[in-house]
């Protein structure tokens, strides 16, 4: 089979197509024909390196996907040959306390795929076959592999960390990414008054017409004072800010006294400085948060069945493009989500 591999850090040039064997699932996984593969952040970061962590390179590329149950396991009895389902992009074993208390992502040995494990930019991948979602019939394999890893990271920090609530201020950043344009649906169907943040007059209208009842254009105005002067200075409940270093400052000034920043990434950069005067003076919260649990993935999941969350996606390419797809995601021109096909 075909699979997007990376096999040393570097740049979208360390990428390369190459041949591998077909897996075979194990007794409890299923063999998935893989239609579409979402990309993520995540990507870029395995590509990189971070430093002091180490990667099990070579590595298969791909958090969450997309495809038609081929084959299943001797002990897999929710799948079957033929069904159509997307890929939950998180795993441990089984029978783990956190997994028993349906906190999947806290376990010591959580995986995600396309990180710690070969991923689903390939062919083909066998995988745990409680880890596939059902797909309705009206939903389409680019749109299914836009949904999990995005959807679930934006579902944990809304509404396990910061526990909004009817009629909170709910502050987003960087409202054209995966995470963010799920956050933005999420917390309007959690009652919350949506302030998005976008670094275009373009992205803000497509952040309006997701639900954001404020936009702001960054590189025009000053979000910090249009907060202000929305909620009569009293600020923010919650601010989601995974751009990190660049924005971080600023989203602790943004909060209302008692308010948290939910943090599941830094693409800006992890380095921070901040006058922590303002935090205990404040109240302030800081809360860190990756993925979620199983079930919350299968809530977060009947949400998009039923339509409530819609998966945006900005553009679709073959696999033997992943290099200017990568290109693309880390220019931060993009709204939603990118979609790898393993198509020529």
Known sequence: MRALVVRSHG????LSIEERPQPVPRADEALVRVQASG????????????????????LILGCDGAGIVEAVGDLVTEVKAGDRVAI???????????????????????GIFGETRDGTAAEWIALPARNLLPMPAAMN???AAAIPLAALTAHH??????????????????AGSGVSVAAIQLARLAGARVTAIASSAEKCARAKALGADV?????????????????????????????????????????ARGGAVVTCGATSGAKLETDLRLIFFKSLSILGSTMGGMGEMRRVWELACRG???????RVFPLSAAAEAHALLESRAVFGKLILTPGN
């Open 39 to 58: 990309m993520n952040h995540l990507d870029l970061w395995v590509r990189r390196g971070v430093p002091g962590h180490k990667f099990p390179l070579p």
């Open 308 to 314: 409530a969350l819609r998966p945006v996606v900005d």
């Open 157 to 174: 920090m809304l509404m396990e960390r910061a526990k909004v609530q009817p009629g909170m201020d709910v502050v987003i950043w960087a």
């Open 88 to 110: 939950s992009p998180g795993f441990t074993p089984r029978f783990s306390a956190e997994a028993l208390a349906g906190e999947h992502n806290l376990a010591h040995d959580y």
């Open 141 to 143: 394999f680019e749109e």
């Open 215 to 255: 936009v702001v254009n960054r590189t025009a105005e000053d979000p910090a004072l249009v907060v202000r002067e929305l909620t009569r200075r009293r600020g923010a409940d919650v601010v989601i800010d995974h751009v990190g270093e660049a924005t971080f400052g600023l989203s602790l000034k943004m909060l």
């Open 11 to 14: 740049g979208p040039e360390v």
